[in-house]
């Protein structure tokens, strides 16, 4: 099975810094994703790690520890828009064919002036 | 390219009747993947089917819920005799078929059960 574990609100700054963690367990890993979901709308995709280490795209970055079954997102300059609901996805075994992605319950972002 | 397509976008039901939910995947995509979202709770994986072919229904409840991805036309997620705990957005995503990567979401059906 899978758990995926993330805090449920954060707030902050306008033009600060803030880092989303998630931890999770799983039998078997063949990814991690983030995506962003603003309140009524689809999720979109924001970042894929599979190996371990920091990938940059933009104000967003996302790292991952596989030995830790750790990730974090990270969002620099915030801005109001980044107003959010930022959730945390993990691929597990594919050998059975399952390539759905299991959601952790999502962090709500609050960004304030 | 148009994206993942759902409708309807917002259906209301009675309890007992049926609900027809209905998703297009992206051009070129054969994976199409269903999930459930209540108010304030993250999604919740439902069911994966590729044409013709349903690969993984573990998320899905055993009674009155059923989906289709027939060779031509969109697929389909049907939920028999809807009680009001049926009330949910349903999130549709696709995949293409040689790609390990991100799902396309669509902007959801939002189900309300009266």
């Known amino acids: 099975g899978q758990n995926i574990d993330q805090p449920t609100e954060m707030t902050a700054t306008e033009g600060a810094i803030v880092q989303i963690n998630c931890t999770y367990q799983?039998?078997?890993?063949?990814?991690l994703f983030w995506y962003q979901q603003h309140a009524g709308e689809a999720p979109t995709f924001l970042s894929y790690?599979?190996?371990?280490g920091l990938e940059e795209k933009g104000r967003f970055s996302s790292f991952l520890s596989r030995s830790k079954g750790y990730s974090y997102l990270l969002l620099k300059e915030l801005q109001m828009k980044d107003s959010a609901s930022y959730l945390c996805?993990?691929?597990?075994?594919?050998?059975?064919?399952?390539?759905?992605?299991?959601f952790g319950s999502g962090t709500r972002l609050q960004v304030q002036p | 390219n148009a994206g993942v397509m759902q409708n309807p976008r917002h259906l209301v039901r009675r309890r007992g009747q049926e609900a027809r939910l209905r998703c297009s995947p992206m051009?070129?995509?054969?994976?199409v993947y269903w999930y459930r979202q209540l108010p304030e709770e993250g999604l919740k994986f439902m069911v994966y089917?590729?044409?013709?072919?349903?690969?993984?229904e573990s998320g899905m409840p055993k009674e009155r819920f059923s989906a289709e991805f027939p060779k031509e036309g969109p697929s389909i997620l049907r939920i028999q005799q809807v009680v009001r705990g049926d009330s949910a957005a349903y999130f549709c995503?696709?995949?293409?078929?040689?790609?390990?990567?991100?799902?396309?979401f669509g902007e959801g059906s939002r189900l309300t059960v009266l």
């Open positions: 995503a696709s995949s293409p078929q040689e790609n390990t990567g991100e799902l396309f």
């Open positions: 799983t039998s078997g890993f063949n990814g």
């Open positions: 790690n599979v190996l371990d």
């Open positions: 996805a993990v691929r597990g075994e594919t050998d059975t064919g399952r390539r759905a992605l299991t």
């Open positions: 051009k070129g995509h054969s994976h």
């Open positions: 089917l590729q044409k013709e072919n349903i690969i993984d």
